[in-house]
């Protein structure tokens, strides 16, 4: 019976997210999507969050899987690691999905459906399309800096999506191995950039779908200055031609 349905694993990094990722794991599993599962990337996580996914790998409603890598070497990494591992298990799709709460899983069936009904090789949970928004919570100086690089970013790559710089996406398999995303090499929110990058080098469209981000629930925002860097130079490096080494 479930053979013709489209497997879909959330792959979902984590680092000090104890809290947040019961509650994730419930809000998906009360989304009603047929054949999703969870895969939990953690990252060491001193607080015990790696214990908290192993508890839910067992006692959730849909399926949960763990990935514990023993370093904390970035987001980008962690997502590597965790899609290639969803694609080596046969997902047909893959959604990339922050462990804070600040993604709405609510917004999950609109990008499988219009991933599922038109030519669209990746789905992104946009900010800044007509219906979509910003937590309230933001200061301005936060609001300004996110608009001012979707606009860098676009200037120089010409990706033409308004929200270039998203972690919530629901993306084809095999959009993930047209663009080998098992060679990415950037991190934080270049690694986001980067994916985009060579989907649109590919010809392949990219859709988006407004989401209400909201300020992160509990912890701390994790953006350190190197990534900050990293971020603004990416572009350039993308645009010449050099990968994000």
Do not use: C
């Not at 497997?7 to 509650?23: A, F, G, I, S």
């Not at 992104?124 to 219906?131: A, D, E, I, K, N």
């Amino acid at each position: 019976m479930g053979e013709n349905i489209p497997k879909t694993t959330v792959v979902v990094p984590t680092y000090n997210e104890r809290d947040n990722l019961p509650t994730l794991v419930g809000m998906l599993a009360e989304l009603d999507v047929p054949n999703l599962g969870v895969l939990v990337v953690d990252d060491n996580s001193p607080d015990g969050t790696g214990e908290v996914a192993d508890k839910l790998a067992t006692e959730a409603s849909i399926p949960v899987s763990v990935l514990h890598r023993t370093e904390k070497d970035g987001l980008g990494r962690a997502y590597v690691a965790g899609i290639s591992r969803a694609l080596d298990e046969g997902a047909d799709v893959v959604i990339q999905m922050d462990a804070d709460l600040s993604h709405p899983a609510s917004a999950i069936p609109t990008m499988l459906e219009i991933l599922k009904t038109t030519d669209a090789a990746v789905v992104l949970g946009s900010r800044y399309v007509s219906g979509g928004s910003l937590a309230g919570e933001w200061s301005w100086h936060r609001k300004a800096l996110s608009a001012w690089a979707n606009f860098y970013v676009n200037a120089i790559l010409r990706l033409k999506v308004k929200d270039a710089t998203a972690g919530f996406k629901a993306w084809h398999a095999k959009t993930l191995r047209a663009i080998d995303v098992s060679s990415i090499r950037s991190n934080g929110y270049a690694f986001q950039v980067e994916m985009n990058h060579r989907t649109v080098k590919q010809g392949m469209r990219i859709a988006e779908t407004p989401i209400r981000f909201e300020e992160r629930a509990d912890g701390v925002s994790k953006m350190s200055l190197k990534v900050q860097i990293e971020s603004a130079v990416l572009p350039w490096k993308l645009l010449f031609g050099k990968s994000g080494d």
